[in-house]
Antibody
Framework: EVQLVQSGAEVKKPGESLRISCKGSGYSFTSYWISWVRQMPGKGLEWMGRIDPSDSYTNYSPSFQGHVTISADKSISTAYLQWSSLKASDTAMYYC????????WGQGTLVTVSS | SYELTQPPSVSVSPGQTARITCSGDALPKKYAYWYQQKSGQAPVLVIYEDSKRPSGIPERFSGSSSGTMATLTISGAQVEDEADYYCYSTDSSGNHRGVFGGGTKLTVL
């Protein structure tokens, strides 16, 4: 069974760093891209960027380029989304999703940034 | 930046046909994908590559694309189809930059 399992909810202060994860199982992790999608409270879905786990090649949305870093460790079938300095506006639910068609999604990681 | 435009809301009675549109300049050259998101849940793929239906998705869900518009059709909408629906595609820059439409709230009552 294909699964994407994300790390748990996080509460952080502005300026702190954070890395959340997405672990794939039930398929060959290096065969398909992993994308990250943001959903701010009460708002729509936003594509942030994606990574090819086989070689860690990345694409970013212009809206997120330079603000987040997407990485992967293929040895443990895990993709990451990372911030070096969080802002209150980063408060959102973050999803990972598989392949170009997003056929499987993680359960989401709620990130709350508040002083 | 590239945008996909959806109507904010669509409302139908149970058993009626719901149509949700998605317009974008690159859609003649790029596939459209559709996702259903119910309150508090992760999105679910309902249509991929304009018109293909994943296994497990009811036959009442169908998709089409013509010119700069893609359409999700729910034939005989059920109360359980009430959800937010998002289209997704990529721009034509060659850099594979994805974009979601703003979402459409489907009300079935």
């Amino acid at each position: 069974e294909v699964q994407l399992v994300q790390s748990g909810a996080e509460v952080k202060k502005p300026g702190e760093s954070l890395r959340i994860s997405c672990k794939g199982s039930g398929y060959s992790f290096t065969s398909y891209w992993i994308s990250w999608v943001r959903q701010m409270p009460g708002k729509g879905l936003e594509w942030m960027g994606r990574i090819d786990p086989s070689d860690s090649y990345t694409n970013y949305s212009p809206s997120f380029q330079g603000h987040v870093t997407i990485s992967a460790d293929k040895s443990i079938s895990t993709a990451y989304l990372q911030w070096s300095s969080l802002k209150a506006s980063d408060t959102a639910m973050y999803y990972c999703a598989r392949r170009d068609k997003f056929d499987y999604w993680g359960q989401g990681t709620l990130v709350t940034v508040s002083s | 930046s590239y945008e996909l435009t959806q109507p904010p809301s669509v409302s139908v009675s149970p058993g009626q046909t719901a149509r949700i549109t998605c317009s974008g300049d690159a859609l003649p050259k790029k596939y459209a994908y559709w996702y259903q998101q119910k309150s508090g849940q992760a999105p679910v793929l309902v249509i991929y590559e304009d018109s293909k239906r994943p296994s497990g998705i009811p036959e009442r869900f169908s998709g089409s694309s013509s010119g700069t518009m893609a359409t999700l059709t729910i034939s005989g909408a059920q109360v359980e189809d009430e959800a937010d629906y998002y289209c997704y595609s990529t721009d034509s820059s060659g850099n594979h930059r994805g974009v979601f439409g703003g979402g459409t709230k489907l009300t079935v009552l």
